[in-house]
Structures are given as structure tokens and as C-alpha cells.
């Protein structure tokens, strides 16, 4: 799944989110195995690979993307992706160490979780 999104600068990334179908008794677990960001370089049309993204925290939510400077916003991790969705649950991921920290499992039921933006 991609999600494209524009910092507070006007820069413009892509993100990319891998999962693994895992098969339990017949019902499949959807595991979320990883991030890969890309940084939109608009005059040239190309986009580049990125672990770094800086002050940024990227917010995904089923249908929306954003992201935020971690310094107007004490309490966030730089350099990460915070993510909710009802088929990986909640958490976030560091870019920097490629570390997944997952807060909750997704539910027992299919949902739609979306990051409400702050207003500035």
C-alpha cells in the first residue's frame, strides 16, 4: 500500500507499507513487516529512497496521510512513521534503527482508524 503526502515545507514523500499474510487454522493474520520512504524530486520527476526524514513524523491512517515536525509537538519520536490501521493495529516505526514498536494488535474486527491533524 502507498500513500503520498506533503511535509509542512512542501516537500512530497511516498510511503510504502509491507505486510506478510500469515495463515493461523485457516484464517489469515495480516503482519506488518516494514516502511520504505521515498522523497519526490519534482523537477527532475524522479523519487529516491530516504531513512531520514529529519524532524518529521509521518501520521498513516487508512485513508488519509501527514506528517508533522516533532519539535512543534513534544512526545514524538523524529525520523518515524506513526501508523493505525484495523489490519496492523497501532504503533509506530523508526526510521532510523528500521524498528517496528507495536501499542496494540489490530481488532477481532475490520475497521477504519484515521490520525486526526493538528490544527496550527
Known sequence: M???FESPSGESFIVNRFVERIYTD???VIK???FVVFRQDPEQRISSYTEDIGDLCIFLGCNEAFCVSATKYPGLKPNSIYFANSYT???FYDL???TLHEFINPPPFPCCYDWLAPLH
Open 2 to 4: 502507498s500513500q503520498l
Open 26 to 28: 485457516e484464517i489469515p
Open 89 to 91: 493495529g497501532f504503533g
Open 96 to 98: 532510523s534503527s528500521n
Open 32 to 34: 506488518l513487516r516494514t
